[in-house]
């Protein structure tokens, strides 16, 4: 509590997923960290699963924490100070990921019904 009564902000009182959302991890690490690396192990996941609905429901767990990496890599973009190119890329990685979202909403709700 800072002497005016006011809380202060501290990144390391945060939760993990406010810090992801907020694209606080920095453009690097949000993109290459927390969406590739995630959704390469959520793909070996995915093929190593026989059941459609086990598959169905991978994929949905995965989407909602896809949405929040899209937001986070969108807003990491945003604070990025380095070359404006990498920010420009992200923000283009970030547009076809949420497509292809929303294609993988359309496969969850095709396997569920």
Partial sequence: MNH???ESVNLNNIGFFKKLVSGDF???K???MYSVLAGFIAN?????VQ???AVAMILLLHGIYQ???LIGTWKASNKYNGKKIWAILAKI???LGGILLLFTLLIITLLIY
């Fill in 93 to 95: 990685a970030v547009v």
């Fill in 44 to 48: 070996i996941f995915i093929k190593n």
């Fill in 67 to 69: 949405a929040v990496v």
């Fill in 26 to 28: 920095g453009l690097a």
């Fill in 30 to 32: 949000t993109y290459w």
């Fill in 4 to 6: 005016d009564g006011t």
């Fill in 51 to 53: 059941s459609d609905i």
